[in-house]
């Protein structure tokens, strides 16, 4: 079936320790999205891509980058991780223009920083 | 930019009775809304959307209804079942879905038997 991939499902890392969270895609998606989710709040944009255009929200802060090497992959990058990045991060796709329209979303990575 | 406002934020229904929850935005540009149910841990799922085009959806126990002029969007769960127990987020696009999405603050649902 086609999807949306997360990997690792759960991932723990250290105050100041770089970490990076994957996602890839089976779907041939455009566009790549990635958000942070905390507890009982609702998913927050930080950037997407449209095929290799990269596209930073506003508030994004620096600490928080983002490649995409090819179609189907696309990773997070924290480079110094704060007690406050703990959250779920959320990879979705969507087709992208003159295509489906519909948000897909993978199942996240839960991030605790200790 | 975009404003999404959902209300209620927590709504408990007997099994078998009707859930409603709402929605309003403020961009006038907006005209794509989508709904997704969140279960715990996992990633939000799509389950049914609408465009500005169309006033009303239904797909078997859910409907959206969609007022363009008062700016408002509302999800419509009938016969409500135990799996229907999640957190509900609405969303609203100015284009058709293609980049931004602005979520509503989510409604925890809990369906009690």
């Known amino acids: 079936d086609a999807m949306v991939i997360q990997n690792p499902r759960y991932q723990v890392t250290q105050f100041g320790k770089p970490v990076t969270l994957s996602c890839s895609q089976t779907?041939?998606?455009?566009?790549m999205y990635w958000y942070q989710q905390k507890s009982s709040q609702a998913p927050k944009l930080l950037f997407h891509?449209?095929?290799?255009?990269?596209?930073n929200e506003a508030d994004t802060p620096d600490n928080f980058q983002s490649r995409r090497p090819n179609t189907s992959f696309c990773f997070l990058d924290i480079r110094s991780p704060g007690l406050g990045d703990a959250a779920m991060y959320l990879c979705?796709?969507?087709?992208?223009?003159?295509?489906?329209?519909?948000?897909?979303f993978g199942p996240g990575t839960r991030l605790t920083v200790t | 930019g975009e404003n999404v406002e959902q209300h209620p934020s927590t709504l408990s229904v007997q099994e078998g009775d009707s859930a409603v929850i709402k929605c309003t935005y403020s961009?006038?540009?907006?005209?794509?809304f989508p709904w997704y149910k969140q279960e715990l841990g996992k990633g939000p799922q799509l389950i049914i959307d609408?465009?500005?085009?169309?006033g009303e959806k239904k797909d078997q126990r859910i409907a959206v209804t969609l007022n363009k002029t008062a700016k408002h969007f509302s999800l419509h769960i009938t016969e409500t079942q135990p799996e229907d127990s999640a957190v509900y987020f609405c969303?609203?696009?100015?284009?058709?879905?293609?980049?931004?999405?602005?979520f509503g603050t989510g409604t925890r649902l809990t369906i009690i038997p």
């Open positions: 609408i465009r500005s085009n169309v």
């Open positions: 779907l041939n998606h455009n566009v």
């Open positions: 961009d006038s540009a907006s005209n794509y």
């Open positions: 969303a609203a696009s100015p284009s058709f879905g293609n980049e931004k999405l602005t």
């Open positions: 979705a796709t969507s087709g992208g223009r003159g295509r489906s329209y519909e948000q897909y």
């Open positions: 891509y449209y095929d290799k255009d990269f596209n």
